[in-house]
C-alpha cells in the first residue's frame, strides 16, 4: 500500500488584467508523486480554470516548467517529497521574467524567437556533443550519428537569473549556451550578437541558471566559455583584418 | 505580468531559493552599495575638515570612538570580500574554476574572514 500525505496546494492565479493571487486545494496524495501530478488534480477534479503548460511527463518537452516553494523546477520530475513533508504546503507559481499568460503558462515567445537568432540547435552531430566518451575516440564510422541537444527550453535559467530580471534585451543562459554550442570559429556572425550589452557581458555570474538547469546543460560554464571564445575572435580579428 | 524591468532590480537582494553563486551576487551588490556610500560619506567629510584644524582634531576624537571604528571595520569587511569575490568572477570569467565555483566563493570567503578579523583586532588594539 501506497504511502499518502495530506498536503496543501498554493496554486498563483492570474487571469488577464487581475492582480495575482493564490488560491489553496488540499489534498491527498502519494508523497513520491510529481509536482505536475497535484497541479493536474487541481485541474481534473476541483476547478477546472487551472491554466498551466505539460506534454510530455518526462522531462522532454520542457513545458512544465514551474518555481515550487521558491525554485525553478520541472514539475514532471520533481516529487513531492523532495518539496515539501506530509502536512506542509507546496507553493506552485510560474516561471519568472516571462509574461504570464494565464495562471502557471507563462509566454516563451522571446526564448524561441533567440534561440532561433543564434541557431541553437536541437540536434547535434555526435563528435559536437558533450559526452562522457570524448569525441576523439569515436570510430569513424560512429560520426555519421546526430543525437538530441541537451537543451530542452523550458526557460527554467532564465527564470533563475538575476540579470533577466531586470534587462529585457539580455539574450539568456539557454540562449548563449545554444551560441557557445554553436562556436564563433564555425559561426563568426554570432560575434556581434553576443559581444555585446545584451550578450555576455550582461552575465553577473550568479551561477543560478547552472544551479536550475534539468537537463544538466550547465549554462553558466557555457557563457563563461562563450567569453573566452569572444576573447580569442577578437584578439585574432586584431591581426587579421577583413 | 512578470516582464524583465529595470525597476526589478530590487529581487537582486531577494534571497529565498538562491544557490552559492546567487547569495555571492547578492554579496556583490550590498557590499558595492555599502563602499559607494562609504565613498560619498568619506568625500563630504573631507570637505568638512578643510574647514581649519579644530574641525580636524574634533573628527579624530570622534573617530576614536568604538562605533566609529565598528564601523570602520565594516568598510574594510566590505572592500575585501568585494573584492575577493571580484577574483572569484573574473577567474570563471577566464575560465578557470567554473566548475568548481561554489568551493571557491568558500574559499576566497574563509580567507576574507581571517583577513578582517586580523584588521579588526589591529584596529581596535592600534
Known sequence: MSEKWNITLKVSRQKEGETPHFDEYKMEVDPDEYVLDAVERVWAFMDRTVCFRHACHHSTCGACGMRVNNVEKLTCITSIRDMCQDGGTLKVEPLRNFPVISDLAVDMGSLYNRLEAVGARSVLPVPEAEIEKPASTWDPADQQYIRLADCIECGLCISACPSAATSSGYLGPAVLAGAQANGLKRNPELLQLVDAEDGVWRCHSAFECSAVCPSLVDPARRIMNLRTQVFTERFSRLFHKA | ?126
Open chain 2, 1 to 126: 505580468m512578470e516582464k524583465p524591468s529595470p525597476d526589478k532590480f530590487w529581487t537582486w537582494f531577494n534571497p529565498v531559493g538562491r544557490e552559492t553563486g546567487g547569495w555571492a551576487f547578492i554579496l556583490n551588490r550590498v557590499t558595492a552599495l555599502g563602499l559607494t556610500f562609504y565613498l560619498y560619506l568619506h568625500l563630504v567629510i573631507l570637505s568638512q575638515l578643510a574647514t581649519g584644524p579644530q574641525a580636524y582634531d574634533q573628527f579624530v576624537a570622534l573617530m576614536r570612538n568604538p562605533i566609529s571604528i565598528s564601523a570602520e571595520v565594516l568598510v574594510v569587511a566590505a572592500g575585501i570580500m568585494h573584492g575577493l569575490n571580484g577574483i572569484r568572477i573574473v577567474l570563471t570569467t577566464f575560465g578557470f574554476g567554473v566548475t568548481r565555483q561554489k568551493q571557491l566563493f568558500y574559499g576566497l570567503m574563509a580567507l576574507a574572514l581571517v583577513i578582517i578579523l586580523f584588521f579588526t583586532v589591529r584596529m581596535f588594539t592600534a
